[in-house]
């Protein structure tokens, strides 16, 4: 082997290995030219090895030429890289390209039970008078859901409200939200003006007008000096923010035990504007909440003193105000969750 020899073969294993790179189809192929040409047991080692049989003064010469070698398939190896890497780039960007033009799936909203829908209206209505939303629990105790309301045990009164008891001494699901009248005047001193919404119980056969869960809204004021007059308006104005401004409205004789005088609030019927229909029983009235001063017993379990104050309460089924805005017919729908029904109100 003389200097020529391996000069040309070092010139013919470039050759090859520019070829090689050049065909190279990714990054994996490159480390196997890599290895297989410049590693340490490699091709270009192999054909140095010869180095030793040419005379001393040629060997500096081979070993440029092998740097040479070395140093064009090196940046071969590592502009083919590049170039590799930013096409798998861009096979990649195609790939994962997002239309960003493409219309969206529309979300199904979701919207307010109609319950919830007219509780929140009742609220902003009694909320423009100052009246500030309580809860009290669903379970109660008998003494704050009957004693306290100036209904003793065995009290014939009793027998309005058919009560659903829960296996615990002296509890029972609420029949109606006037024992949060009680929590209230625990915990708040006069001026209260208090609005107790809630899910009330009642041991009922249930058909298309009796259901044995339903909601009502309490509302109760206790100050001094307030009077029924005060009571009237306030009604008077709900009637008419609710049903409309032309509504009449009126006070009937009624009785609750926690109530005294008691009355039941009549509005001009919404369906027939007084005239009289099968929605009214053709009285031309219908009657949307009870109400009456508040007894002085009821105020003293509730702490107060009725000398110095006086008050007020009132309470409505909302099913009844939620049929007559959204024209239900059938309390069984607000509970049975189907979102055919559900989905009609916005
Ligand atoms: N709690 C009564 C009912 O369930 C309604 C009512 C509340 C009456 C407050 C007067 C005062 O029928």
Known sequence: MDLADLTRELEELQAQALLAVDEAADAAALDAIELDVLGKKGRLTGVLRGIGSLPPEDRPRVGAVANAVRGAIDSALAERGAALRSSELRTRLVREAVDVTTPGRPIRRGTLHPINETIA???AIFGQF?????????IEDD?????????PPDHPARDLWDTLYVDVEGHL???????GQIR????????????????????????ASHASEFFQVEGLMVDEGTTMADLKGLLDQFAKAMYGADKRTRFRPGYYPFTEPSVAFDVECVVCGGSGCPACSRSGWMTILGAGMVHPVVLQYGGLDPERY???????????IANLRHSVGDLRLYMENDLRFLGQFR
Do not use: K, W
């Not at 699901?173 to 024992?179: E, F, I, K, Q, Y």
């Open 310 to 320: 006086q008050g007020f309460a009132f309470g409505m089924g909302v099913e009844r």
């Open 143 to 151: 003494v704050r859901n009957f004693q306290m309301l100036n209904i």
């Open 173 to 179: 699901l609420r029949t109606h939200t006037s024992p």
């Open 130 to 138: 100052g009246f500030v939303v309580y809860e009290g629990p669903e």
């Open 184 to 207: 209230v005047m625990h915990q708040e001193q006069p001026p209260i003006r208090a609005l107790l919404p809630g899910r009330c119980f009642r041991y009922e056969a249930i058909d």
């Open 121 to 123: 209206e009742i609220a």
